[in-house]
């Protein structure tokens, strides 16, 4: 069975530029999350959709930072303007009924590299 | 404010050795909590704990749940090489968070 799949695997790209990485989640799963891993802050929850509605994003860093999910196989984390400091790897997760405690299932990352 | 917080943050054991990796959190609205295993990639599920003093179990891996102490520890027994990764806390509440991770190292 496919999992949860990201695009890009690498972006490396100058700062100021808008940078938008992609996630389709696993088929049948009503729950999608982005995070953020970094080695000073560890892993953190930025936004999380149930039924492609977000339901909390107060994990987003600032108004640069915006989700969407169109559709329930598609969902988009765009950043503009672009800064060092999101340079990270983003993941993308999704899990069959989140908030029962269900295990997400995360796909291989964004390794984002911003200059 | 949520907090998870693991220990220890890193570890060197030898093949063999018997591990314990400690979770602790302060949350409100518990609903579960999680182990995951992070290698090279993204975070792979271990086990979910939602009831006191019930052990999950598979394989060498083991976890169990406290949760008036509020912690979890996580047991590997007769480590291997192929354990080395961080192994990652995470608690549901009203959103998920993440502890900082236990980087374990088995050596030959």
């Known amino acids: 069975d496919a999992g949860v799949i990201q695009s890009p695997r690498h972006e490396v790209t100058e700062m100021g530029q808008e940078v938008t990485l992609r996630c389709k989640p696993i088929?049948?799963?009503?729950?999608l999350f982005w995070y953020r891993q970094t080695m000073m802050r560890g892993l953190e929850l930025l936004i999380y959709f149930n039924n492609n509605v977000p339901i909390d994003d107060s994990g987003m860093p600032e108004d640069r930072f915006s989700a969407k999910m169109p559709n329930a196989s598609f969902s988009t984390l765009k950043i503009q303007p672009s800064e060092p400091r999101d340079s990270a790897v983003y993941f993308c997760?999704?899990?069959?009924?989140?908030?029962?405690?269900?295990?997400?299932?995360f796909g291989d990352g964004t390794r984002l590299s911003i200059l | 404010e949520d907090k998870v917080v693991q220990s220890p943050l890193s570890l060197v054991v030898h093949e063999g050795d018997t591990v314990t990796l400690n979770c602790s959190y302060e949350?409100?609205?518990?609903?579960?909590l999680l182990w995951y295993k992070q290698e090279k990639k993204a975070p792979t599920f271990l086990f979910m704990l939602?009831?006191?003093?019930i052990e999950k179990k598979s394989g060498r891996l083991s976890s169990i749940l406290d949760k008036k102490e509020l912690f979890s520890i996580l047991n590997i027994t007769a480590t291997q090489t192929g354990d080395s990764a961080i192994y990652l806390c995470?608690?549901?509440?009203?959103?998920?968070?993440f502890g900082a991770g236990t980087r374990l190292t088995v050596k030959p």
């Open positions: 088929s049948g799963h009503d729950y």
């Open positions: 949350v409100t609205n518990f609903r579960s």
């Open positions: 939602t009831s006191s003093g």
């Open positions: 995470a608690v549901e509440s009203r959103g998920m968070r």
């Open positions: 997760a999704s899990s069959l009924g989140g908030s029962a405690g269900q295990p997400q299932h």
